[in-house]
């Protein structure tokens, strides 16, 4: 088992999951930075929409946990702000990330399309790398599999997926390669899209659809009563994805006949 405890600084200790999430934040940012640069727009406000985003996304993501979880935190509040034990949502962060980068758009006069475009790659990629997080707390893992499936994994996959004397879905590592490969399609479309938004839906829908089927095969679900929130809520993005796709590419089909 790998320890979460990456070094110790005296006696503050310094936890795996704070190192990835700090790494996924910074690549997500450089590459948003050099979009940008390629793109008609200023560098400056990538930067500035970031330092505002990503706090609003933690808080978001540990905000929309913590609800969901309030029986864990109820008799120890303190425990909500331990942020590097874990207990992130991803859908949480999407809200607040939304909140706050449609306010400075707003703010700014900025094209929020052109924006949500930019910047849907750099989110996909850094929540592909955000799931290592979760690998190295032993979370966000699925049901028991047999020793001749977990097999197939590389050695160290195969000792951190061995939790409560049995085997589980590396579920963690379904969603990062399912987001490295959205990841590929929203950079590839970048330079082929037809019209504004076009990539920030693809990465609803995808991103979406992908979550909705692995979470299926977890254990540590938010629950809704009998529902998987993680999977209503991907059902409702998708849908929301597909209808505004269609509105948008029937504007410009539209307009290409007039």
């Given at each position: 088992m790998?320890s979460?405890?990456a070094?110790?600084?005296g006696?503050l200790?310094?936890y ?11 690549l997500?940012?450089a590459?948003?930075?050099r ?7 200023d560098?400056?406000?990538i930067?500035?929409l970031?330092i ?7 808080i978001?993501?540990?905000l929309?946990y913590?609800f969901?979880?309030?029986t864990?935190?109820?008799?120890n509040?303190l425990?909500i ?7 992130l949502?991803i859908?949480?962060?999407?809200l ?6 449609f ?5 700014h006069?900025l094209?929020f399309w052109?924006?949500?475009?930019l ?5 996909i990629?850094g929540?592909?790398?955000?799931r290592?997080?979760?690998f190295?707390n ?6 028991p599999v047999p020793?001749?499936?977990i097999?197939?994994?590389p ?7 061995f ?12 969603e990062?390669?399912?987001?490295l490969?959205?990841?590929?399609i ?7 899209e037809?019209f ?18 692995i979470e299926?095969?977890?254990t540590d679900s ?6 998987r ?5 991907s059902?409702?993005?998708?849908a929301v ?9 029937k504007?410009?089909?539209e307009h290409?006949?007039?």
């Amino acid at each position: 088992m790998i320890s979460p405890i990456a070094i110790q600084v005296g006696p503050l200790p310094i936890y795996w999951y704070g190192i990835i999430m700090t790494a996924a934040f910074i690549l997500a940012t450089a590459l948003a930075y050099r979009l940008a640069l390629a793109s008609d727009i200023d560098p400056e406000h990538i930067l500035n929409l970031l330092i505002l985003i990503i706090p609003a996304a933690i808080i978001g993501a540990r905000l929309y946990y913590v609800f969901f979880n309030w029986t864990d935190y109820s008799n120890n509040p303190l425990e909500i702000f331990a942020i590097r034990h874990g207990g992130l949502a991803i859908h949480g962060g999407l809200l607040g990330g939304f909140i706050a980068g449609f306010y400075y758009v707003r703010k700014h006069k900025l094209d929020f399309w052109k924006m949500a475009d930019l910047l849907a790659p750099c989110l996909i990629l850094g929540q592909a790398i955000g799931r290592w997080g979760n690998f190295i707390n032993q979370e966000a893992f699925g049901g028991p599999v047999p020793r001749q499936f977990i097999s197939k994994f590389p050695d160290f996959i195969q000792k951190q997926m061995f939790i409560g004397g049995q085997y589980h879905h590396p579920t963690f590592l379904y969603e990062s390669l399912w987001n490295l490969l959205v990841f590929i399609i929203l950079i590839v479309s970048l330079k082929r899209e037809k019209f504004q938004g076009q990539v920030f839906l693809y990465y609803l829908a995808f991103y979406s659809a992908g979550r909705f089927f692995i979470e299926g095969l977890r254990t540590d679900s938010l629950m809704l009563g009998p529902v998987r929130v993680a999977q209503l809520v991907s059902l409702i993005l998708v849908a929301v994805a597909f209808v505004l796709y269609e509105i948008k590419r029937k504007k410009v089909s539209e307009h290409k006949i007039i």
